[in-house]
């Protein structure tokens, strides 16, 4: 697995959102993209997985361009997506959730127990909400079911548009060390996270986004430390100012 | 308020395979008997004054409730409103007309012909639009209906403003006779036709159509990233509501034996979206409900003449107040508290 974006453009009507950036994601490494409201991390998200169409430059995966391919076919080739604002069906159970993220899959039944107890094993709390709606789930719970339910289509990378978006501060631990583990078992993760704090501290590599380009492309421990980083998003309140 | 559809399933999931085919059987042999119910004493309530029951039966009556059921794929499954479903029903009819006319293929043939071209209109209208969303889609598909009408209007080969007259009627099938006296006859194909809808219907929504339509409507962008390709359930969900709407346009002319522009207007796409959303959108019972009344009310109370239509429209706004999703409407999980939880890990 090796996702490459190079000078990928995209515009919203006459506005360009993305101006020309660039980067990689190697096989098992988180790779986190930080950075205020508005710098294009979820439009950038949302262009890898097909959302939205690309003006120019290009996506690769596995050295194939896959920027003009229609997004269920993304979903095909192991690109997956939880994506922001905790996505789920709210009218579908649980189960029925998780399901649907196997859609990709079509008819591999004999898989279906099998992911199942494996999402269930990251997520206990899932188990025991099987039968109920996912509109009324926590907002933690929400989350645990978007990614859950990503990983049903057996992804090779996972896309994570602000996991931690919302919710309280023992609940994004929580979050964040299951996605820690999800990596652990071999599953490339991209990361788009306002909370840099944590993101920094999980990720590998990560590029600072600022209006629609990269400024910067570091170690994750290195941003940690830097000074203008943590000026800029980890300074004094950064930790509150997450909603 | 009791949740009668709630109450139903219930029920239903309490029973049997055998008590299930039993009542089902009950309850297609007393529709099917429906027609007789005007010459007893005792269910002659259900007469309606002016047009004869029998006819009324199968047409508004039965041919709502199959449209209905057709219009619901697509709106109420997946969540596409189409104001211009009156376009199908009308290529249904004047298929049936022209073939009718100029060649010696009976109604049962050309049956499957209708429901083909209106599906073939289906794709050739969904594939440039199914990629709009909401009200823009509504917008299309309410011109659609109206440019089908208006060229209907405007050619001359399949008689414009003045239609085609003397459709055939059906050839005598297993002993049945069709014509203006033999209305039963129609009901019974027209019954059939929606049992075979309700179990196509049923299939889909246990499988990948239906999931696809449920997640489809719930929230488009997350059933892309599901890797539901959803353009093309789209085109599918428009076009089997089309080849229905086609259907029961085929057997619309060839009970009237006459088709006219002014029959597929506007107001036909309403009413029958009308039914879908009174009866409640997604859930094929409670849209068969609607149907039935919103076809069958008018023509009951025809002896108010003038204030028809008035208290037609008064009933229809005070019930949606009272019952805002419809009088049987799917379930609303999203509202429920802890709803009961899953037996068993279904193994797919």
């Given at each position: 697995?090796?996702?490459?974006?190079?000078?990928?453009?995209?515009?919203?009507?006459?506005?360009?959102?993305?101006?020309?950036?660039?980067?990689?994601?190697?096989?098992?490494?988180?790779?986190?993209?930080?950075?205020?409201?508005?710098?294009?991390?979820?439009?950038?998200?949302?262009?890898?997985?097909?959302?939205?169409?690309?003006?120019?430059?290009?996506?690769?995966?596995?050295?194939?361009?896959?920027?003009?391919?229609?997004?269920?076919?993304?979903?095909?080739?192991?690109?997956?997506?939880?994506?922001?604002?905790?996505?789920?069906?709210?009218?579908?159970?649980?189960?029925?959730?998780?399901?649907?993220?196997?859609?990709?899959?079509?008819?591999?039944?004999?898989?279906?127990?099998?992911?199942?107890?494996?999402?269930?094993?990251?997520?206990?709390?899932?188990?025991?909400?099987?039968?109920?709606?996912?509109?009324?789930?926590?907002?933690?719970?929400?989350?645990?079911?978007?990614?859950?339910?990503?990983?049903?289509?057996?992804?090779?990378?996972?896309?994570?548009?602000?996991?931690?978006?919302?919710?309280?501060?023992?609940?994004?631990?929580?979050?964040?060390?299951?996605?820690?583990?999800?990596?652990?078992?071999?599953?490339?993760?991209?990361?788009?996270?306002?909370?840099?704090?944590?993101?920094?501290?999980?990720?590998?590599?990560?590029?600072?986004?600022?209006?629609?380009?990269?400024?910067?492309?570091?170690?994750?421990?290195?941003?940690?430390?830097?000074?203008?980083?943590?000026?800029?998003?980890?300074?004094?309140?950064?930790?509150?100012?997450?909603? | 308020?009791?949740?009668?559809?709630?109450?139903?399933?219930?029920?239903?999931?309490?029973?049997?395979?055998?008590?299930?085919?039993?009542?089902?059987?009950?309850?297609?042999?007393?529709?099917?008997?429906l027609p007789?119910g005007?010459?007893?004493?005792?269910?002659?309530?259900?007469?309606?004054?002016?047009?004869?029951y029998q006819s009324v039966l199968v047409y508004?009556v039965g041919?709502?409730?199959?449209?209905?059921?057709?219009?619901?794929?697509?709106?109420?499954?997946?969540?596409?409103?189409?104001?211009?479903?009156?376009?199908?029903?009308?290529?249904?009819?004047?298929?049936?007309?022209?073939?009718?006319?100029?060649?010696?293929?009976?109604?049962?043939?050309?049956?499957?012909?209708?429901?083909?071209?209106?599906?073939?209109?289906?794709?050739?209208?969904?594939?440039?639009?199914?990629?709009?969303?909401?009200?823009?889609?509504?917008?299309?598909?309410?011109?659609?209906?109206?440019?089908?009408?208006?060229?209907?209007?405007?050619?001359?080969?399949?008689?414009?403003?003045?239609?085609?007259?003397?459709?055939?009627?059906?050839?005598?099938?297993?002993?049945?006779?069709?014509?203006?006296?033999?209305n039963n006859?129609y009901f019974?194909?027209v019954?059939?036709?929606?049992?075979?809808?309700?179990?196509?219907?049923?299939?889909?929504?246990?499988?990948?159509?239906?999931?696809?339509?449920?997640?489809?409507?719930?929230?488009?962008?997350?059933?892309?990233?599901?890797?539901?390709?959803?353009?093309?359930?789209?085109?599918?969900?428009?076009?089997?509501?089309?080849?229905?709407?086609?259907?029961?346009?085929?057997?619309?002319?060839?009970?009237?034996?006459?088709?006219?522009?002014?029959?597929?207007?506007?107001?036909?796409?309403?009413?029958?979206?009308?039914?879908?959303?009174?009866?409640?959108?997604?859930?094929?019972?409670?849209?068969?409900?609607?149907?039935?009344?919103?076809?069958y009310?008018?023509?009951?109370?025809?002896?108010?003449?003038?204030?028809?239509?008035?208290?037609?429209?008064?009933?229809?706004?005070?019930?949606?107040?009272?019952?805002?999703?419809?009088?049987?409407?799917?379930?609303?999980?999203?509202?429920?508290?802890?709803?009961?939880?899953?037996?068993?890990?279904?193994?797919?």
């Amino acid at each position: 697995m090796r996702l490459e974006v190079k000078d990928l453009r995209v515009q919203y009507g006459k506005i360009e959102a993305i101006k020309g950036i660039s980067f990689v994601v190697e096989q098992g490494e988180i790779v986190t993209l930080i950075g205020a409201n508005g710098a294009g991390k979820t439009t950038t998200l949302k262009t890898i997985s097909g959302l939205r169409p690309v003006s120019s430059g290009s996506i690769t995966y596995d050295g194939q361009d896959i920027s003009k391919m229609a997004a269920h076919e993304r979903v095909n080739l192991g690109i997956s997506q939880a994506p922001e604002g905790r996505g789920i069906f709210p009218g579908m159970t649980v189960l029925e959730n998780l399901e649907i993220g196997k859609y990709s899959r079509k008819e591999r039944k004999s898989e279906m127990a099998e992911d199942l107890d494996m999402v269930y094993g990251l997520f206990p709390r899932l188990k025991e909400r099987v039968g109920q709606a996912g509109g009324t789930l926590s907002g933690g719970e929400q989350q645990m079911l978007a990614i859950g339910r990503a990983l049903m289509a057996r992804p090779k990378v996972l896309l994570l548009d602000e996991p931690s978006m919302g919710l309280a501060p023992m609940m994004i631990q929580n979050i964040f060390n299951i996605i820690t583990e999800i990596n652990k078992q071999g599953v490339t993760i991209l990361l788009v996270e306002q909370n840099a704090q944590q993101a920094l501290q999980r990720a590998h590599r990560a590029y600072v986004l600022e209006t629609g380009k990269v400024v910067k492309e570091a170690k994750a421990s290195d941003l940690l430390n830097d000074p203008a980083v943590r000026a800029a998003y980890l300074g004094t309140g950064a930790e509150k100012g997450h909603h | 308020m009791i949740n009668l559809r709630d109450k139903g399933a219930q029920l239903w999931e309490g029973w049997n395979r055998p008590k299930r085919v039993t009542f089902a059987v009950i309850a297609v042999a007393i529709v099917g008997l429906l027609p007789f119910g005007g010459d007893f004493s005792f269910t002659s309530i259900l007469n309606t004054p002016v047009s004869s029951y029998q006819s009324v039966l199968v047409y508004p009556v039965g041919m709502f409730v199959l449209m209905a059921l057709g219009l619901n794929i697509v709106v109420g499954k997946s969540g596409l409103l189409d104001l211009g479903y009156v376009a199908f029903f009308a290529i249904g009819a004047y298929t049936a007309g022209v073939l009718g006319i100029h060649t010696h293929l009976n109604t049962w043939e050309i049956l499957p012909i209708g429901m083909g071209m209106a599906m073939i209109a289906g794709v050739l209208l969904g594939l440039p639009t199914l990629r709009l969303r909401g009200d823009y889609l509504a917008i299309v598909t309410l011109g659609f209906g109206e440019i089908v009408r208006i060229v209907a209007l405007n050619t001359q080969s399949i008689g414009a403003s003045t239609g085609i007259p003397s459709i055939p009627t059906p050839p005598k099938t297993f002993g049945l006779k069709f014509d203006i006296v033999h209305n039963n006859s129609y009901f019974w194909v027209v019954l059939i036709l929606i049992l075979l809808v309700i179990w196509m219907i049923r299939r889909f929504t246990v499988r990948r159509p239906g999931r696809a339509w449920e997640a489809i409507r719930q929230d488009e962008d997350v059933a892309i990233l599901m890797g539901v390709p959803i353009l093309r359930y789209k085109v599918w969900s428009f076009s089997i509501g089309a080849a229905i709407g086609g259907a029961a346009g085929v057997i619309f002319a060839s009970k009237t034996q006459y088709v006219a522009p002014n029959m597929f207007t506007f107001n036909v796409s309403v009413l029958i979206l009308s039914c879908v959303v009174f009866g409640g959108m997604g859930n094929i019972w409670g849209v068969i409900v609607g149907g039935v009344i919103l076809a069958y009310l008018p023509e009951r109370i025809r002896f108010i003449s003038n204030a028809r239509q008035l208290v037609f429209g008064i009933a229809l706004v005070v019930i949606m107040n009272v019952r805002p999703d419809g009088l049987l409407p799917r379930k609303k999980r999203e509202k429920l508290g802890a709803v009961k939880e899953a037996k068993e890990v279904p193994n797919g």
